[in-house]
């Protein structure tokens, strides 16, 4: 089956954002054995929008659309097709509903341009979507499938996943199923280096790399007969690469870091508290954001200032004096005082120079500490980090996460 | 003049990387007044490659190629368009010679396929690229303009910026500026229903609406010429949304709300902590994401648990005991006990339960409060959050940092 991808978006011809979708989608159609000739990308405009339609119509047996679902004037893209396909709009009532519900659950009104979203091409599949009030919809004509989506990855990301693949996958005979396994602490083009012979030999499972949240990503993915056991295929791929990459694989089972710290502290009934300079409290919501994890967090500082990281920590002056809050002392001291004063088993402490100022020559942008504090002392590593404020602050908290993470994993049964 | 941008890999259709070529060329010829109104992408296939550039032709005066200049047999761009345009290709002994000085600098030989980079289609203005091997070109022919860009982004900014732009502005043309506002508290749908008469009858400047992150932004861009003020466009359109919509607009100068607060609060002179129990750190670490955030952000707490609360921000007992840690009467004593512990200016408290799991009947998911407390006393907002876990966070950080935008802005003389 040969497909392209056609994302109507005026704010991706003005270069306000980067045409992810089609990346996303691209990946995923591949993964299906779909092959992707053409990205085409048109404006919020009828008439370009109906020729594209036309040309995709000509050369594609699948169209994939992203965008242009909102309830604006602009939002054209669910009406375009129905025009090009000579179907007439129709109400979906279960879609109004839910979006009535919406609507009084977040306690705005519901305006009149918004009903426009609950209308559809007579006869398609309606996509329904949790995370926001556009839904999709497919519609099948001459052999030719049209599948409609939102622009928002957080809303076209699960959409696909949870209705478009599952769509693809009934019309083909072989049954795909993939296993995502986390790698932290070493890059993709390491990753992908170490694994060259399982990716150049791959053909059942195929093995490919992607760059996550700060980690790396591989999918393993197998194709099958419909009644045939995936993992028979899965399995010893898994075990060749953890073989191959050893201890930075944090999961073969989709988890993030933080999902594996919560666990694995829950499985061994631990708790833990942060103390957060340079971070600021994205260790601590890294952790918050896991369900479950008020069984394991007691509580995080955010000790932005020394007032605080002597009233709060009980960090001492001299150290601050001697060393600087920037400092293996400091570091070593936040933590130690965090675990004596919330009585967790464990104790996280960041502190640094997050950027893009405040650097000197001797604690230049980029130096951070990370210590760790337990029952059997404290351990304080030194990192230098070069990108931006924001991802050396997302780096520092993941450090740390992975400090424990290795640290569990030695006292693990 | 109208643009497109054809962009040449396989890669792209693999999903292996993102499109940010295209984005990074439609930044840039929107601000030169160049109009893109398609991007493409395309396979390292010769026959889709020779279709795509007759339909650049017919429809577009600038075409603007990225990707497949270099030395393998797959890369093919140069001479597709030197082929489409009927040209032969020519040594450009000056490449060669820069070429031959590169690989003596890195000490490997120059291979024969390194040789085909040297080549262009005859008479063509040659881009030299000091970041690679491969050089861009720009061929025009009737009223056509062709320029051939590198993928690799650190190749093809510079050469944009250095090479395409001054061709561009050479030859004159308007001028596109633009706007940034951002609001807060009011759905896209809501904003785009009340601008409606202004987004209608837009012409110059033009309006146009986007989701942001957890905000919405409108974008106000006018078309001069290349002496003329664009303010005298934009400032009167400012002011006209700004009486539509009122006190949501957050920015009129595209900051983001933690951007805001902060600028508020250095302005005022004034501190803040913040007390959290469900946003788990997310509130102060959305501050500390704003550089500067060290000047007005004393420091945080996140009390998960009920002794945290006692102990870091003395939360009675009794209020725990008779309300519970979901309360107005929690959240009114956690940002009392921060602004008294730590001596800042305000302090902002939150409690809730998130979800997905932890409701009850009475205190159902998504039953969230927010406590701003001043020398002027403590407000407290309730929150009915209809999302899945990290939304609910999110949204319920924002939301107390516009209870603090709002109060700081009374406060403004």
């Known amino acids: 089956m040969n497909a392209e991808i056609l994302s109507v978006g005026t704010e991706l011809l003005m270069g306000q954002i980067a045409n992810t979708d089609a990346q996303f989608l691209s990946r995923g159609l591949n993964e299906l054995g779909v092959n992707v000739f053409y990205h085409t ?56 509903e839910a979006m009535e519900r919406y609507f009084q659950g977040i306690g705005r009104a519901m305006t009149p341009n918004n009903e426009k979203q609950a209308y559809f091409p007579k006869g398609c599949l309606v996509l329904d979507n949790p995370n926001g009030t556009a839904p999709g919809c497919i519609v099948e004509q001459e052999g030719r499938i049209f599948v409609v989506l939102p622009g928002p990855p957080r809303e076209l990301n699960p959409m696909f996943e949870n209705h478009v693949r599952p769509y693809l996958l009934r019309r083909g005979d ?11 602490g070493m890059g993709e083009s390491e990753a992908a280096y170490r694994l060259q012979t399982l990716i150049e030999r791959q053909d059942n499972p195929t093995l ?10 591989l999918r393993v993915t197998a194709r099958t007969a419909p009644d045939e056991d995936p993992e028979q295929l899965l399995a010893p791929m898994v075990r060749q690469i953890e073989a191959l990459l050893g201890d ?25 508290a942060c103390a957060e300079s340079c971070t600021g409290g994205l260790l601590s919501s890294m952790i918050v954001d896991v369900p479950g994890a008020s069984d394991v967090l007691l509580e995080g500082a955010v000790t932005y ?22 400092s ?62 924001a991802l050396n602050r997302r780096t ?15 006292k693990q049964p």
Chains 1, 2 share one sequence.
């Open 41 to 96: 990308v048109v404006g919020d405009n009828p008439g370009r929008l109906q020729r594209q339609l036309r040309q995709a119509w000509e050369r594609s047996d699948l169209i994939v659309t992203t965008g242009g679902l909102g309830p604006t004037e602009d939002d054209l893209t669910k009406e375009a097709v129905a025009e090009f396909l000579g179907l007439p709009m129709e109400l979906h009532r279960p879609t109004l």
């Open 174 to 184: 072989a049954k795909i199923t993939s296993r995502i396994l986390h790698i932290f």
């Open 208 to 217: 490919a790399t992607y760059v996550g949240q700060g980690d790396v990503l």
């Open 248 to 272: 930075v694989v944090i999961s073969d089972d989709n988890e993030t870091l933080p999902e594996v710290v919560v666990r694995l502290l829950s499985n061994q009934e631990k708790t833990l």
């Open 305 to 326: 200032s020394n007032e605080a990281k002597m009233r709060r920590l009980a960090v001492p002056e001299a150290v601050l004096a001697q060393h600087g809050a920037v």
């Open 328 to 389: 293996e002392a400091c570091a070593r001291a936040m933590a130690e005082g965090m675990r004596r004063t919330s009585g967790a088993d464990f104790a996280l402490a960041t502190t640094g120079i997050a950027g893009p100022g405040g650097g000197t020559p001797d604690k230049p942008v980029g130096l951070i500490y990370a210590a760790l504090a337990s029952d059997s002392g404290v351990t304080v590593e030194t990192y230098h980090l070069k990108r931006d404020r």
């Open 396 to 410: 520092t908290a993941l450090n740390a996460l992975d400090m424990l993470r290795r640290h569990l994993l030695q």
